[in-house]
């Protein structure tokens, strides 16, 4: 009952954010404070914009939601963290095939492939003798038609780029240079999928059922390489048929990187929130004050024993300024009495705790900002918490039995 009241009273005190994908200031405000207190705090401008262009450009404002499987976090240990980037495509962990193939390409036609440029195999266990000189001329003149054969029907299509599951040995690569078709070999199954579903294009198992028709199309294909390491990557941009977008963060060491990732998911989470629900209600636990005091006033019209249980709950709730206080080395008791009395007073459900000392204890002017969608989660989940453990009877440990 009192976690319902403490629920009801934040929709009265939340405000509403403008949700605009032209102009996403309140959305960049807001994950700005969820990453201020995250160890990439140092950067966190950049990585707040990006988890904001990265929801915005999947998010559905039809049906209020957000496809969290079109945004894909990849992450390379080494460089700074400034360097983490935002693509809206496919960053594939392979490079082109030739070290002299170039390094970008534009308007590209993709060929995506899943069989290998070699010459046919027999499927059973064969044995090839080879007696004389004209012999292996005729073997490897043989090889050179047949892997020709293949690069022509790849550019008649009018592929810029081929896509290969399978490798192919150095003359094929040789071959594959001078005909100016710059290729990618090893790529894996699931990211052949991925780029096919982004490109549009189809994967092909056989180089005569290869048209043009079949061809996936990207505005930009480029190679990316990491300072003196020899890692190098492929990102493909520009894609027409997809609105999946790949976060790229880089990070000195490995661990790092792994905080990276889950403070970029929790700005994901808050700024998908904002699209479901735009209401927000202020942090510094001015939210946690302001419900504090409904709740006692609550307790106050109830006659029964349970205004016992509202009181203690408004206590529960005001551990979160007090404990915000004495982390700031304010003295926790006066500055949680002095915000309580001046919301009252001046009926401002904003006033918090001035952790950063700024001159101001409205967190609407120091942009401190929290959902309202998890807010009330945070209530309610603390909530069945508790309950679920006062529902236990008894604790039985190994050494009791």
């Known amino acids: 009952m009192a976690a319902a009241c403490a629920v009801k009273h934040l929709d009265t005190i939340a405000d509403t954010f403008t949700i605009d994908p032209k102009d996403t200031e309140n959305l960049v405000r807001t994950a700005k404070t969820t990453l201020g207190s995250k160890i990439i705090n140092k950067c966190h401008d950049q990585m707040a914009k990006i988890a904001v262009d990265a929801v915005m450009s999947v998010a559905d404002f039809e049906t209020k939601d957000v496809n969290f499987e079109l945004i894909k976090v990849e992450a390379k240990v080494g460089g700074r963290m400034e360097d983490s980037m935002l693509v809206k495509g496919v960053v594939v962990d392979k490079d082109f095939s030739h070290p002299q193939m170039p390094k970008e390409l534009k308007d590209v036609s993709l060929a995506i492939l899943t069989c290998p440029f070699e010459p046919p195999k027999p499927k059973t266990k064969h044995k090839l003798d080879v007696e004389s000189v004209e012999d292996y001329k005729k073997l490897r003149e043989y090889e050179k038609e047949t892997f020709e054969k293949m690069v022509a029907q790849v550019k008649d299509t009018g592929a810029t780029l081929a896509i290969c599951q399978w490798g192919f040995d150095d003359e094929a690569n040789h071959l594959l240079l001078q005909r100016e ?66 976060i790229f963060l880089r990070g000195g060491t490995k661990m790092i990187i792994e905080e990276a990732k889950r403070s970029m998911h929790d700005a994901l989470c808050v700024v998908r929130n904002l699209v479901r629900d735009n209401r927000v209600v202020y942090g510094g636990g ?78 609407k002017e120091q942009s401190v900002i929290e959902t309202l969608h998890s807010k009330k989660s945070q209530i309610q989940l603390a909530t069945q918490l508790v309950k679920m453990i006062l529902k236990i009877d008894d604790i039985r440990s190994p050494a009791d039995m």
Do not use: H
């Open 181 to 246: 078709l710059p290729a990618v070999r090893w790529v894996g199954g699931p990211e052949i999928e991925l780029i096919a579903i982004a490109t549009g294009g189809r994967i092909v198992p056989r180089f005569e059922e290869l048209t043009a028709e079949k061809l996936g199309t990207a505005g930009r294909v480029k190679e990316l390489s990491f300072g003196t390491t020899k890692d190098k990557m492929l990102v493909i941009e520009e894609c027409k048929n997809s609105k999946a977008v790949t």
């Open 286 to 363: 001015a939210a946690e004050i302001s419900c504090a005091v409904a709740v006692s006033k609550e307790a106050d019209t109830i006659k029964t024993i349970e205004q016992y249980a509202f009181r203690a709950f408004a206590d529960a709730l005001e551990s979160v300024p007090l404990a915000l206080a004495e982390n700031c080395g304010l003295p926790p008791i006066k500055t949680l009495t002095e915000i309580k009395a001046r919301q009252i007073s001046e009926k401002n459900p904003a006033l918090g705790v001035n952790c950063m000392e700024l001159g101001t204890s409205d967190m």
